[in-house]
Structures are given as C-alpha cells and as structure tokens.
C-alpha cells in the first residue's frame, strides 16, 4: 500500500515537473526577444554620452532595455555615415540616425542652437525597434490603424503631409513603421489609444515633441522671416521702379517747362505781369521742392531695401551653417582604431 501511494506521488511530481518545463518553454519562447533584450542590455557598455541621453529622453523599464539592446552608438565622425549607408531616406536631406542591424546608430549634432535634435532622433530610432520587436500580426493591425489615423491628421496638418511625402516610395508596412516614429516624437496631440501604445517605451513623450518643435522652430522662422523679406523686398522694388520712372518724367518735364520759363522771361514776356513771373516762379521751387523730397524717399527706400537684402543674406547665410551642422558627409574621417601593446 505504502509503496503503491509512492509510485502515484512520484508519478505526479514528475508529470508536475514536464508540466513546469513545457510551461518554462512556452514562456522562454513566447517572451525570447525581451530576454534576448534584457541579457542584450546587461552585456551592452554604454558610454557616459549614452547615459546621459537615456536620462535626458526619460524611458520607460522597457523602453530603457530596448534602448540598450539596440547597442546605440553617438558618432560625430564618417564612422557615423558607414553605418547608416543603407538608409535612402532622410529628413530635409540629411541622416541623423538609423536602426540598421539591430543596432541604433546617431549622429552626434554639438551646436547648442539645435539642442534637442539628438534625443528626438535617439526616440525616433528607438520606435523603429520596438516596431521591428511587434509580431507580424501586430505591426499589420497597428499599420492599419497608423494609415487610418494619418489620412485624418493629413487633411487639417499639410506640415506632416510634406514631412512624410519622403517615405512616400516604401511599401505599406515600411511607411507606417516611419509613420510610428514620426508621430510619436513630432506630433502633440494624438489620441488615448496611440499615447498608451507609446506609454510603454516613453514616460514623458510630451517631452520629445517640446526638442522637436524647439530645435525645428529655428528653422521655421527662418524660412518664415526669409519668405517675409522676400515678399517685402518684392513689392518694394517694384513700388521704388515705379515711383523712379515717374520721377525721371517729371524731372524731364519740370526742366522742359523751366527751360522754357527762362526762354519767356528772356523775352521779356514778364515785363507788364511780373505778378504772374513770381507766381509761376514759386510752383518751379515747390516743383523742386517735392522732386527732392521724392528723390530722398527714394533713397530711403533704396537704402532700406538694402538693409532687408543684407538680412536675407545673413538669414541664408545662417540657415547654410545650420545645415552643415546636421550635414554628417562633412563629419571628420573616423578615428584611428589605437592598439594597446
């Protein structure tokens, strides 16, 4: 008896461990790229610079393991450029970043006039991986609701319609993995379902979009204050043509008909009507008069069209450097690899 009530013990304790190793299996399997991630992240060493940026973006556990699963390197040098060759796509023309081999990769932007330009591209790269991370059944179902979601935003926000018109050649789910990261760090309002679907890699993503606006603003302003300029110094050149070209007819008239005052009073037509002789003397000098005040107001506006000339030069001149800054093909050759003997 006793040994009978042993054998059925040990019968179930070894149905109860399969059970538990088919169960851990299941589990290990269900779950294999967060614990690739988690054993990914503890094995990466990240450099001060990417610590720095991973408090300064704010993620979530999840988030934060993504992250450093992804190896993300902050490169200011042409090594930068060899790692995102493959991307054929850019915003405004430049490479910031890419998620390219499972690894992120960003180029390091100093200027502190575009300060923030590194943490939205760090965010942008790290929903591309969590993108990449969704099964397919996810990323179809999401992409479905990303493409409904932008033909709304789209038709109110031409700004995001251009914004996503360089992705316009990639396929379906190509276009709404670009979608995914592109609303979560550049869009502010976006509804409950999409902020809870980013809750999971990002504490404070209002936070993202404020680096965005910030360091975008710079640019919109200039392109807005350049525009400006150009529409001010347009009209005004043409009210200057303009008033120029009858200028020059009324200073031909007014010597014309001086000319021919000074033949008259040479003729003595003056000599029984010298009331008249002073009368039309005084129009020629108000005549004068108001020719010279024109032709000051001339050169105020020549001058003054200038000045906004010299403002659009400056603007341009600015916005070019700016752009260099954001321009990694002119980034210094990498550093030489050094051995230690």
């Known amino acids: 008896?006793?040994?009978?009530?042993?054998?059925?013990?040990?019968?179930?304790?070894?149905?109860?461990?399969?059970?538990?190793?088919?169960?851990?299996?299941?589990?290990?399997?269900?779950?294999?790229?967060?614990?690739?991630?988690?054993?990914?992240?503890?094995?990466?060493?990240a450099s001060n610079e990417i610590v720095a940026l991973i408090d300064r973006i704010d993620l979530t556990a999840t988030g934060e393991r993504v992250f450093l699963a992804s190896a993300p390197t902050l490169d200011a040098s042409q090594n930068f450029n060899a790692q995102c060759a493959k991307v054929d796509h850019s915003e405004e023309g430049h490479v910031l970043g890419c998620y390219s081999g499972g690894r992120i990769h960003l180029f390091e932007v100093t200027d502190e006039r575009l300060n923030g330009i590194i943490e939205v591209t760090a965010v942008h790269e790290l929903l591309h991986a969590a993108?990449?991370?969704?099964?397919?059944?996810?990323?179809?179902?999401?992409?479905?609701?990303?493409?409904?979601?932008?033909?709304?935003?789209?038709?109110?926000?031409?700004?995001?319609?251009?914004?996503?018109?360089?992705?316009?050649?990639?396929?379906?789910?190509?276009?709404?993995n670009e979608l995914h990261s592109v609303?979560?760090?550049?869009?502010?309002?976006?509804?409950?379902?999409?902020?809870?679907?980013?809750?999971?890699?990002?504490?404070?993503?209002?936070?993202?979009?404020?680096?965005?606006?910030?360091?975008?603003?710079?640019?919109?302003?200039?392109?807005?204050?350049?525009?400006?300029?150009?529409?001010?110094?347009?009209?005004?050149?043409?009210?200057?043509e303009h008033r120029s070209a009858v200028y020059d007819d009324e200073v031909q008239q007014f010597y014309a008909d001086w000319e021919n005052f000074v033949q008259r009073n040479e003729a003595f037509e003056f000599s029984d009507n010298p009331d008249e002789f002073y009368r039309l003397r005084d129009e020629?000098?108000?005549?004068?008069?108001?020719?010279?005040?024109?032709?000051?107001?001339?050169?105020?506006?020549?001058?003054?069209?200038?000045?906004?000339?010299?403002?659009?030069?400056?603007?341009?001149?600015?916005?070019?450097?700016?752009?260099?800054?954001?321009?990694?093909?002119?980034?210094?050759?990498?550093?030489?690899p050094t051995q230690e003997v």
């Open 284 to 336: 020629f000098y108000e005549r004068r008069d108001a020719l010279g005040a024109e032709m000051r107001s001339l050169n105020a506006d020549i001058e003054r069209y200038e000045q906004m000339r010299a403002e659009l030069l400056e603007l341009s001149e600015l916005n070019h450097e700016l752009e260099q800054q954001l321009d990694s093909g002119l980034a210094p050759p990498a550093p030489a």
């Open 183 to 240: 609303l979560g760090t550049e869009v502010a309002d976006l509804p409950d379902w999409l902020e809870q679907h980013y809750s999971e890699w990002l504490n404070d993503r209002a936070s993202i979009v404020t680096y965005f606006e910030s360091y975008h603003a710079i640019f919109d302003e200039l392109k807005q204050r350049a525009s400006e300029l150009q529409s001010l110094m347009a009209a005004l050149r043409e009210d200057v």
């Open 1 to 45: 008896m006793g040994s009978s009530v042993r054998r059925v013990i040990a019968r179930v304790l070894t149905v109860g461990v399969l059970l538990a190793i088919i169960v851990g299996a299941v589990f290990a399997y269900m779950n294999r790229q967060t614990i690739r991630d988690h054993f990914d992240a503890q094995n990466f060493n």
């Open 131 to 176: 993108f990449a991370r969704l099964g397919d059944d996810q990323r179809s179902e999401l992409a479905d609701k990303l493409y409904a979601l932008y033909e709304e935003l789209a038709a109110e926000n031409p700004v995001l319609e251009e914004r996503m018109s360089v992705y316009a050649g990639l396929s379906r789910i190509a276009f709404a």
